[in-house]
């Protein structure tokens, strides 16, 4: 299995288990993240799964596509490193990702 580390603003460390295909998001909700709102449920149209990758993973995750990058305008505090997490799907070399959840959503 797939292990995905979320990190909380306040630094509690949560490593779960990601089906392969699956979405970050997906995993979030599916382990109860705190955090991780997903309020439009995976359809790229709210910014409540915001996430930051760290740095290690960035290549690994990809840049954004312009329809995320158009609703990341609606995250808090917004980073080089965001991500919204419904847009990050899930593959093998993702094993060991560690992303954080920032402060607050939207």
């Known amino acids: 299995m797939i292990k995905i580390t979320f990190i909380d603003a306040e630094g ?11 979405t970050v998001m997906e995993t979030a909700v599916r382990n109860g993240i705190p955090g991780i709102e997903a309020e439009c449920g995976g359809a790229c149209s709210c910014a409540t799964c915001h996430v930051y990758v760290d740095e290690e993973w960035e290549t690994v995750t990809g840049q954004p596509q312009p329809m995320e990058e158009d609703m990341l ?5 917004v980073r080089p490193n965001s991500r919204l997490s419904c847009q990050i799907r899930v593959r093998p070399e993702m094993d060991g990702l560690v992303v954080r959840t920032p402060i607050r959503q939207g």
């Open 12 to 22: 509690t460390v949560r490593t779960v288990e990601a089906e392969e295909g699956s």
């Open 73 to 77: 305008d609606f995250a808090f505090d």
